[in-house]
């Protein structure tokens, strides 16, 4: 049986002869961060092969060569995901190529809400039980927690009745128990309390968010993010729908992996709030219609062809342990509803978390994912769409890319009169006194966009998107002769090589900015508004929050508009999931906006087709320099 010694664990996986590296790797608990899902093109596998018997490897594929030959890696490098393994091997994997374990978290910027609890309190003191059977005991309760709480008759759980029976302890004399609905019993405590315990989730294809709020005062006790671990099989939607519809083993087990870290992130929670994971009672889900249906176990395969449907798209509640979240055994879980296939309950709960119906005037509501989810709003009016990004903003797609993990550029500036880039990255000054400085290893998404940007106003891109052959220092080509800006010196990265940003890179990012561009557009038109008529532009997500409005505005990504009314707003997913959690009256009202936004489909639409081309181009240097001098002026 084949096998290969894993450095710097020093670690021996037996594989099946013939087994893919990088599945074997996955098999053995070792993740390796493969956005592309496998298929080779975005590099990030790459391992260093230190030694290797005859034969034990597959040959590089033509593919493989080109990418490595590209990035000057042929020697001792292969893509673990383009390597079969049928002998003994001994390989090292890199720093930048393990799935990465720091995410920025999902801000919110609204912490308290208002409530209309589906749960209260209900506190009583016990009866003494004396010779009473326990059925008669446990009937005494019955009727004086219905009489307590005014409501009657009430269902009990079995699992109420079982703490009861085996209560033990003086500190069971009194009890707080937990209605849900004013009709049924579903958790009990000892003692009194005036809590309740529920938990929002964000399933976002990239990051993993959970708030851990107070049902009955209508705060956040605790946030976290992690990152999704799903990413390890595909940056994109795309990639995890070819992965999971190959056979339900594969989707079972994505779903296995995403629940087992939302019920790690919700036991690290609860321990931060002193309490324990079966004290939460109730849980709200929201996420795109395909992470939608990977949490919920359900075939999202429909949704890779045309016409997008998925399984189901009204609103769901179910027990939460069907799914496998560990919770109180009677908590429920409470799934708002899709718009289409990818108009996903996230942008549903968007539309409440970001307030966008109450805005006067025209607001547009833009969240730039890997998948980009527009909604505008005119008047009583939704219009919503979704235009593929790629995950280009994640950094995936980049050369250099990366998320926002230590180390990655985060801001830079064209330096005209030097001709070169100035950079700022995570980390940068994060270092005790004597340790080695953190040094720039990659781009995450803001960088992306500033880059370009910047690359633009200067005259060293062109509108069309090439990188034009200037005399200047910064503009240089890779190794296989590819036109390149070198974005940060040698001297200032982790891998010994200048950062640079290709050709290709630029491509990447026009297609990401023509789909965006055209789809703000076409809904635009659709309710016949011209760019002037916008009174703001909401940014949501992750990236919504970093991105710099002025360079956005230079590439032309979005209409041309004052950037003070454009507004970064946060995670307004995950704060709409926190008010459906908290306000029973909400969860209708989400179910009210799906049946009320109109939904338009535009990447396959033909104007869609015929504007992308022309959206491709970016604006022109002097406009694109006017965009970044008002951020000098602000």
């Not at 920025?104 to 016990?126: A, M, S, W």
């Not at 968010?209 to 705060?219: E, K, M, N, P, S």
Request: with cysteine.
């Amino acid at each position: 049986m084949p096998e290969v010694t894993v450095y710097p664990e020093g670690k021996t996986v037996s594989l099946q002869w013939g087994e893919n590296l990088l599945e074997g790797l996955r098999r053995a608990g070792i993740d390796l961060f493969a956005p592309c899902a496998g298929k080779g093109w975005c590099g990030k596998c790459a391992v260093v092969v230190e030694a290797a018997g005859p034969d034990a490897l597959s040959t590089v594929t033509s593919g493989e060569k080109a990418f490595l030959e590209q990035h000057g890696d042929t020697e001792y490098w292969r893509l673990a995901c383009q390597v079969e393994v049928r002998g003994r091997a001994v390989i090292r994997i890199s720093v930048e190529s393990r799935q990465r374990r720091w995410v920025r978290e999902k801000t919110l910027f609204t912490r308290e809400f208002q409530i209309e609890p589906v749960i209260r309190v209900c506190q009583v003191v016990l009866p003494d039980k004396g010779l009473c059977s326990a059925q008669e005991w446990l009937e005494q309760i019955f009727r004086l927690v219905e009489e307590v709480s005014g409501s009657r008759p009430l269902a009990w759980s079995q699992d109420v009745k079982e703490r009861l029976l085996l209560r033990n302890g003086s500190e069971w004399t009194k009890a707080t128990f937990t209605l849900r609905d004013e009709q049924e019993v579903i958790h009990v405590q000892p003692g009194f309390s005036d809590r309740s315990y529920g938990v929002a989730i964000d399933v976002g294809t990239t990051t993993l968010a959970v708030y851990l709020c107070d049902l009955i005062q209508g705060r956040i006790l605790a946030s976290a993010s992690v990152l999704n671990p799903q990413i390890a099989y595909g940056a994109d939607i795309i990639s995890r729908i070819a992965y999971a519809q190959t056979n339900a083993e594969r989707r079972k087990h994505l779903q296995k992996i995403l629940v087992d870290a939302l019920n790690s992130l919700m036991g690290r929670l609860a321990h931060q709030a002193q309490i324990h994971p079966e004290d939460i009672v109730e849980a709200v889900l929201v996420g795109n219609s395909v992470m939608h249906h990977l949490a919920l176990g359900l075939d999202p395969s429909g949704m890779g062809k045309i016409p997008f449907a998925p399984v189901v798209q009204t609103a769901l509640d179910l027990p939460a342990r069907e799914i496998g979240l560990k919770l109180a055994p009677t908590a429920r879980l409470h799934v708002l509803p899709l718009k289409a296939g990818y108009v996903g309950a996230d942008a549903v709960a968007a539309v409440l978390g970001s307030g966008l119906e109450a805005i006067e005037g025209n607001a547009l509501l833009v969240d730039m994912g890997t998948n980009g989810e527009i909604i505008l709003k005119h008047g009583k009016r939704l219009i919503c769409t979704s235009v593929p990004l790629g995950p280009v903003f994640e950094g995936a797609q980049i050369t250099y890319g990366m998320r926002a993990d230590i180390g990655a550029v985060e801001h830079v500036h064209y330096n005209a009169s030097r001709g070169n880039f100035e950079v700022a990255w995570i980390g940068q000054e994060n270092h005790s006194k004597g340790d080695e400085a953190i040094k720039a290893k990659g781009f995450c998404g803001s960088a992306v966009i500033e880059i370009v940007a910047e690359a633009l106003a200067a005259g060293l891109i062109s509108p069309d998107g090439r990188i034009v052959n200037g005399d200047v220092p910064c503009v240089t080509k890779t190794d296989s002769g590819e036109r390149a800006l070198e974005i940060v010196p040698v001297t200032q990265t982790s891998n010994g090589l200048p950062l640079l940003f290709t050709q290709k890179d630029v491509r990447a990012v026009q297609l990401a900015k023509g789909a965006l561009s055209v789809g703000i557009t076409l809904l635009m038109k659709q309710i016949g508004l011209e760019e002037g008529d916008l009174t703001v532009v909401l940014l949501g997500g992750i990236f919504g929050t970093v991105i710099s409005p002025y360079h956005a505005l230079a590439l032309g990504m979005l209409p041309p508009i004052d950037p003070h009314r454009i507004q970064a707003v946060g995670n307004v997913a995950g704060a709409g999931a926190c008010m459906a959690l908290l306000n029973r009256s909400l969860r209708q009202r989400a179910a009210t906006l799906v049946e009320r936004m109109d939904y338009l489909s535009l990447p396959q639409d033909q104007e869609f087709q015929e504007r992308f081309v022309e959206a491709l181009k970016f604006p022109e240097p002097q406009r694109a320099q006017r965009a970044l001098d008002q951020a000098s002026d602000s």
